[in-house]
């Protein structure tokens, strides 16, 4: 099977990418270099990745890359929250534009199968927790806005086409080779442990994040490829189910790596989501989807890692 991967340079497409060459499928990466190199992704593509370097707004280019796949797996977008905040219609041009693209590519190419990245964005700031998908979208940055209008297209198109296509909301996702265009608090978190600097936490700490390790991450997109038949556009949380307060983990990881350093409170940022946490049942009814790493476990690896 031919696998067509948008954004598979970054930290999550090329750990996906890595995950797919394993199983010995044929991985064609396309993507920019906005948030990785060439240099990083060697290593995939000397073991048989095909790269076509390319943006997802140009559709031209995304529909020749694309000849003779079998399965499209969407990961291509603008990321940054804060950034789509000073820049919304680069962020709409990027995640909504791009993304149609995408799905014209897939129709032109005849590629009945795609796996499509969405975000815990789309739901905003929750009434009640924990969210499932069919709790109120409510996304409060352009960023979150983008993805839900993305997932709106996805699914016009997967209906309109007839085209096998699953949503995945992922939650906050973390692991080794985070870079700096990926990183969250536990990546900022890590690297100031590292460097024996104070954790800086925005707000008074008391903000929940459901975080998810790559590794579980990597498996629900392994799910989705199998129970993709069918499916139009359905959305699933993929997420660990459980959260913790952006003070307890600070205080985690600082008992994990033994060291006894300073936590600074700043003012709160006006784009931060208080509080999410996902109930992840459909994902693992339907996709059977079982997230095994808990977040000490993993915290403890990327620490050893580090």
Do not use: W
């Amino acid at each position: 099977m031919k696998v067509f991967v948008t954004g598979g340079a970054g930290f999550f497409g090329a750990t996906l990418v890595a995950s797919l060459l394993k199983k010995n499928y044929q991985v064609i990466i396309f993507d920019n270099f906005s948030n990785s190199s060439e240099e990083k992704i060697s290593p995939l593509l000397a073991k048989g990745a095909k790269l076509v370097e390319g943006d997802i707004t140009d559709y031209k280019s995304i529909e020749n890359a694309m000849d003779d796949s079998d399965i499209a797996i969407h990961l291509a977008a603008s990321i940054n929250v804060e950034d789509s905040i000073l820049n919304p219609e680069k962020t709409h041009n990027v995640n909504v534009d791009g993304s149609i693209n995408v799905f014209r590519a897939c129709v032109a190419n005849k590629v009945r199968k795609i796996i499509v990245a969405s975000s815990a964005a789309v739901y905003g700031e929750p009434e009640n927790l924990p969210v499932s998908e069919n709790s109120p979208t409510n996304p409060i940055s352009p960023y979150g806005e983008s993805k839900l209008n993305m997932e709106k297209y996805t699914q016009k198109f997967s209906q309109n086409n007839n085209l096998d296509c699953i949503l995945l909301r992922f939650f906050n996702i973390y692991g080794a080779g985070q870079s700096d265009a990926y990183a969250g608090v536990i990546t900022k978190f890590m690297k100031n442990i590292s460097e024996n600097k104070l954790l800086v936490i925005f707000g008074d700490g008391s903000n929940t994040r459901d975080f998810i390790a790559i590794e579980d991450v990597i498996d629900s997109i392994h799910n989705a490829i199998s129970n993709l038949d069918g499916k139009r556009g359905t959305c699933y949380n993929i997420a660990s189910g459980r959260h913790v307060s952006i003070k307890e983990l600070a205080q985690l990881m600082l008992s994990i790596s033994d060291k006894k350093l300073e936590i600074k409170y700043e003012l709160p940022k006006k784009s931060d989501i208080h509080h999410s946490k996902a109930n992840i049942d459909l994902a693992k009814k339907e996709l059977d989807f079982h997230p095994k790493i808990s977040l000490k476990e993993g915290l403890e690896k990327l620490l050893k890692l580090n």
